[in-house]
């Protein structure tokens, strides 16, 4: 019972955070505020709804753990590459007071 | 209870759908992509729980996996490496 | 009904692109586009309503509530099939870019088309 | 000894090649040959067998429908008979032509095309037929593109959107197919195809028409031909118009005569290959390209044979496929002289031909010899073979197509006999002193001495038509071969 | 003008697509050969998830052809790209933290891969899925690690094996059986791992063929030319 | 070998949540796999081994995940509040922190603890430097830099990794 | 209508949305993004009609591999349409 409830509501906390996170990529207003709300916000809530989902349904805990795990290693990984590569291209952060970019001159340095 | 879930994700379905048809960047797009995949994953695992089958979580499993390494590919793209 | 309708609009929008799009890559584009639309039909062909997957994974599932198992087997021959054939026109469009600088069709005219 | 080897055995081949290719490269070479070797011989020892009573080899254990059939009947023996003498002719001419690396990848290819084609001739399963004209054309598209100084990757690529295409409509009819009758096995849909309602067949019709007639260069679905016959390698040259077309005909044809056994489907075909044939052969004649017009030839062959399996009558049919048989030869033999004729004048066109029939006289002899036989004059085989489809046309009362069919021969001698006497009766000085390779010569050699034991004693061949006709034209049987065995 | 005519064409095409699929009722039950297949799947192939036994055993056959599919394009992307100087990866160095992870995370998705063509049999899944998994998993290093290198001769070794097993395993059926591809094997008990017959021997090799075939094919595709 | 035992340990219980059954064929083949890549891959997957199962470095781990949790909450009620309220103040740069941390492994996991902790984004990591994006700079003192975004994950993974 | 039907409607038009969109970007790495799209919601699709299998194949290969492939061709060749 309690179980059931505690999974419900993980499950909706979950919910909302997805769509917060879109609701965040979609109103922030430079590409990395975008990243920073979307990882945050998605990351949270896929790892409530799947954990949520595994509490509700006790056998399927251990696989809903491992895609826990994934998503929480996983994403912040590519939300660090797509921010890498947004500055390479030449994608300014949107900026109010000028060069706050201290990454700005860094170049890529070649592999060893 | 199925429909509020079912509600809060087509939103967050739309507002990802938006902003990748919006995003004056390619960079936008990407990680419009990215928010879609993560969604999707957590909505199959959900889909999963309402249609009662537990073999049917392998999907969503494979479905972080794999985005992932999509997404890491047109990152790497982005950034001129590959 | 809906998927049926939705998968015969991707099948033209790939058509579109391949018969009207210029560029190389786009073409191959559509034609991956127009295979996916195939898929989903196939797949909606063989749904049955509140029926579950064709596999026998826990107790009390009977056949009767079961989707048709065919046109998922043959849905997943077709993916792979469409996969190769993406490759190999993306490996010659590679090599005709190579040879040409150019991914415009009009351009590449040394045969007439 | 059952009809599955002719496909497992090409394929354990070409997995085997790579392993060997380790080894030994004189190696890889010599393995297709002695494949085809085998097969060729379990082709002409089964061949009896298959013409006298159908033998259906299940897939698997389980019986059609629910599993996948071979079907081995008389015309189906005839065709992998012919399929696998072919390609042990074109294998012995690649031998020493195909010196472009990577050759391992170019057997691996062809085993696979050899593959892909007894595939289609022999499978009784309409989903399994798709596979194997995945297989078919997707060799077809790399061998294409094998050589890389020529625009092979154009060419290969205009194939490749023509023949997808093709392959996305063939599984929309599947797909219609299967939602109506619920099942895949030919037999078993010939047998409920009354089952589906009038408008939704004329759409699968269309769908299947559309989609096999792109490999068997039916008119309005030909534009890749050309270019693919013209920019491909020689021998590949002399495989799409030997085997895959040949193949993909069968299956049209098959296909039609199962499900759609009707007088207007027929006409529709007839006129189909009037057109064909009349606008191939008058593209041939403007052509500057010795290969090109190979090519054009070839549709304009295979309008011939499109119109007389579209008559549909047991004469006709016979004839169709002792034309497919002549065809197959004569154009092989074409497509190798003309290989090494280009190679020694260097120069694709026709008119770098000049005076090569003093300078290579072997090769010249053998291009001049294909083009009598193709163009139908007596005693070469290609008389006969042209003969009978004219009779059988002629009896079935339709006198435009006769005519047309005349006219249009008169028009291929004119081009075959130009580009002989250029060989012949022009001078020129001749400077290339490479010589043709002996596996080359061997490889024409055969060839012409089969067309002119055919040529002399017709009823060989034809003795073994009336069976793979009735074959064809006898639905009934089939289903109940395909589905009791 | 080209626009007008194919929208004229589409439009035709689809009209009558959709007036055909219309007619096709949807949801109603199975029939037909599916039918029999759902109701005798564990009966007679020993396998749980019925369109594995579709695949594998009673459509085996198409698996053969989709397995050489594949083999074709990874031999004919071999052929078109083939340049007799080598070739090379041309890579630009990748972040610190995506080469760390990608180190960490590459064997877990192998063993996701064998995971899935292991119990192809049993949940969704089974070698082609596997072997993409793989190809993927080594892909992730491709773009990582420029000196990342694939032992192209192990690959087409792989590869060759695991296709002649699979023919292998279809003449066995021919020899002791009764027909090509036919099942030789104790079916087990429904469920475990080791049932089914010969459809996990046969998914091993598919998955090991695939996973090899993509991988070369990612390789020739990554390296350029010049 | 402390290494091979290790990613065999972990490639197992992997195995183990995949399947979720302790059925004695899936152990058998599921050990018989995770040696096989064990093997191929131990010296790539893990720099250190067994040396993780210290208890110390156990309780430090699962205080690790407790502040990670946290902080990713509180991450998000952040992300909530700008969301809905995009109105706040916001000072969006990217800034230089300095780490003391020498494992690459510690390394990745300090960039991905910053990038789910309120307000930052880490960019990329050279050497020694983290650049992160901050959508709210409230200085540009590294002193400040470091005791804002990763003072608590660097305290914590230094005990891990030491 | 039940919820599962709605999702259904909400996913059949962002598909046609993302087709469109791949059809009609001149950037071919955003219209690659939009294929990705594409097959990342057919595969929900699938998952949806009970059809995991296929749901797991798109996964696996229209969402990584084809993605990855094409990206990889646009790098070898250009970008943008002419």
Redesign the interface.
Known sequence: MILNILGNVLITIGVIFLFLGALGIFRMPDVYSRMQAGTKATTLGALSTVIGVGILQPEWFWKTLLIAI?IA??NP?SS??LA?GSHKIGIKPFMKKEGLDSYENVS????K | MIYIYAAFIILAVFFAVLRGLLGPTTSDRVVALDNLTTISTAGLVLLGFVFQRF??I??S??YG??SF?GV??IA?YL???? | ?I???TS?LL??IG??AV??KKNLIKIVIGLSIVDNGIHL?LI??????N?T?????KAGLQ??Q????????LV??AI??G???T??A???I??LY?HHKTLNINKIRKLKW | M?P?HFI?VP??A??????IG?VSKELVKIIPGIVLLYLSYLSISLFPIGVNRPIV??????NP????TLYYGPIAAFLTTLITLVGFVIWLYSYKFIIR??TE??Y??FM?LI?GST?IVL?G?I??LF??F??TS??A???T??L?DRDG?EA?FKYLLIGSFASTFFL?AIA?IY??????NLADIASKIKDI?L??RL?ILILIIIGLGIESEMFPLNGWAPDAYSQAPSPVGAVFGGIVVKAAIYSLMRIIFLMFHTADVLHFLVVMGVITLLIAEMSAMKQQQIKRMLAFSSIGQMGLVIIAFGVGTEPSVRAAMFQMFNHALIKSLLFFAAGYLVFHSGSKKISALDGLGHDKPITSFFFAFGALAIIGLPPFSGFWSKLYILLSVADAGLMVPVVLILISSIIEAVYYLRVVSRLYFYKEEATDVRRTPVSGLVAMGILTVVILIVGFYPNLILHWMTPAANDLLDKAAYIKFGLFH | M??VI??L??II??Y?????????P??????????????S??K?TGA????????V??????????V??????A????????D?KGKKRS???????????S??????????G???F??GH?????G??GG??I???V??MF?SY??FETNH?AL??I???A??TF??I??A??IY???????ILPFGI?????SAGIIPLIYVAVGFKVGAE?TA??D???K??K | MSRFIF?FGI?FL??LG??SSF?Y??VI?GAF??LI??F??YK???ERGLFYLNPKRLFYIIKYLAVFTIALVKANFDVARRVINPKLPINPGIVTYHTSLKS??A??FL??SITLTPGTL?V???DDKLYIHWIDVISEDPETIYNEIGKDFEEILKEIFR | MSWLMIIVVVLSVVLIIAALFAVYQKDLLLAVIGTSAVSVVLSVLFYILQ???V???EA??GV??TT??FV??IK?TKRFEE
């Open positions: 994934f290693i996983s990984i660090h590459a890498r890529i340095e070649e592999e | 073999i049917y392998d999907v499993l494979i996996v794999l390494v890491l590919t790497r950034e001129g490496g590959l | 009904m998927y049926y309708i015969i099948v033209l058509m579109y018969l009207v039909l909606a062909i063989g749904y049955v309503k029926g997957a064709p596999i026998f994974s056949p009767n079961m989707v048709d198992p065919v046109p998922q087997a997943l021959t792979v099939i996969l190769a054939v490759a190999v993306l490996s010659l590679i090599r190579d | 059952s599955v497992a394929l354990f070409a997995f085997l090649i790579p392993l380790k080899e299940i897939i698997a254990g389980f429908p629910f599993g996948i690396e990577p990848k170019y691996m290819l696979m593959t595939g499978t399963d989903f399994n596979v194997f995945e297989i997707i060799a598209y790399s061998l593109a094998f890389r990757a290969a929309l219609i939602a109506n009758i619920h099942t895949l309602p408008t939704t759409f | 080209r626009k194919a929208i064409l589409l095409i689809g009558y697509s959709i007036d055909t699929i219309l007619k096709i949807f949801g109603e039950g199975v029939k037909g050969v599916g039918k029999h297949y759902l109701e799947t564990i007679e749980v998830n019925s369109v594995t036994a579709i695949v055993s009673y459509r085996g056959f198409d698996t053969l052809g989709e050489t599919v594949l083999f074709l394009a031999t004919g992307l071999g052929a078109i790209l083939y007799k890579l630009q160095n990748a972040s610190l933290i995506v080469k760390t992870s180190k960490i995370i590459y064997p877990l998705i192998a063993l996701l064998a995971y899935v292991v119990h049993l949940t969704p899944g089974g082609f899925q993409a998994i190809a993927t998993g892909l992730l773009i420029r000196s001769k087409s070794i590869e060759s094996l296709g002649m023919v292998t279809g003449f059926g021919l059986g009764t027909s090509f591809l036919q099942n429904p469920g475990e791992l080791f993509l094919l990612l020739n595709l990554l350029t030319i | 990613s490639f992997i195995w995949f399947t059925h064929q899936e083949v796999l995770s890549l064990a191929l891959s790539s997957f893990t690459d492994t390394k990745m960039a991905n880490t990329d990591v050279i | 059809a995991p299998d749901a797991l194949t696996a290969i990584a591999l990855i492939i990889i061709t070898k």
